[in-house]
């Protein structure tokens, strides 16, 4: 082998050994999302709905704390709502929210919101 021939063989070599340290698992750096499932509306009495809303995620560890906020649907006075009050892991998966609906038959439009660590909104809507 010529000189010229063992150069480009020790470079090919080190570029292959440098890029194979340079991406170890330990450097992969994956992001942490919360992706929220289909959300579910229950009627549970004459006035009343449950609001299931459920998630997913990745790069999140299962005892990370989600917390979810319901704000107010529109038209306003339509209905109020009362949260599940567990403190919520990201193992657990779900929460619910209890509805008193005070119009019925109206189309509602509303924001829900994941804070924290793992901000994500959705807005949604469902007929009373």
Known sequence: MNPRSQSVLIFIIAFFLLIDSSYTAK????????IPQLLKVKKSGEHKMILEVRWD?????????VI?????CNPDGTLTFRRDTKKHKFSDRKTTYELAVHKKKISLQCLLEFTGDLQTNVTFGFRT
Do not use: P, Q
């Not at 450097?27 to 919360?34: E, F, L, P, Q, T």
């Not at 995620?57 to 704390?65: A, F, H, L, Q, S």
């Not at 979810?68 to 107010?72: A, R």
């Open 68 to 72: 979810t906020k319901l704000h107010g």
């Open 27 to 34: 450097d992969v750096n994956i992001a942490k999302r919360i």
């Open 57 to 65: 995620g990745t790069g999140i560890k299962n005892n990370e704390k």
